[in-house]
């Protein structure tokens, strides 16, 4: 079965870089695209990036362009987010996300908390 585990997140102060991954398995990697959402505290979940099923394309929420950078690494079946120049408002839950035909699959999601 399709399975999304998600794993470095962490309390930092503004200013401050992390980088998430998210390990796939039970499904064909690197014919996929990915995605990095997030959710924070009372609001809907939003699109932070996505890349596609080779790395050669990416796109961004307007809110993180220029201080987040998705990646992945098919042999390692995994998919990271580099954040850098963490704000407050970076604070939530961040998921990853798999597209398979038509289906949605998600992982666990792993806390960012930004705060002095």
């Known amino acids: 079965q399709v399975q999304l585990v998600e794993s470095g997140g ?8 992390l980088r998430l991954s998210c390990e796939g398995s039970g499904f064909t990697f690197n014919m996929y695209a990915m995605s990095w959402y997030r959710q ?3 609001k809907e979940r939003d699109l932070v990036a996505s890349i596609n099923y080779n790395g050669e394309n990416t796109r961004y929420a307007d809110s993180v362009k220029g201080r987040f950078t998705i990646a ?18 970076d ?26």
């Open 40 to 42: 924070a505290p009372g």
């Open 91 to 116: 604070t939530a839950v961040y998921y990853c996300q798999v597209i398979i035909l038509l289906q949605e699959y998600w992982g666990q999601g792993t806390q960012v908390t930004v705060s002095s």
């Open 72 to 89: 992945r690494d098919n042999t390692k079946n995994t998919v990271y987010l580099q954040m850098n120049r963490l704000k407050p408002e």
């Open 10 to 17: 962490g309390l930092l102060q503004p200013g401050g870089s």
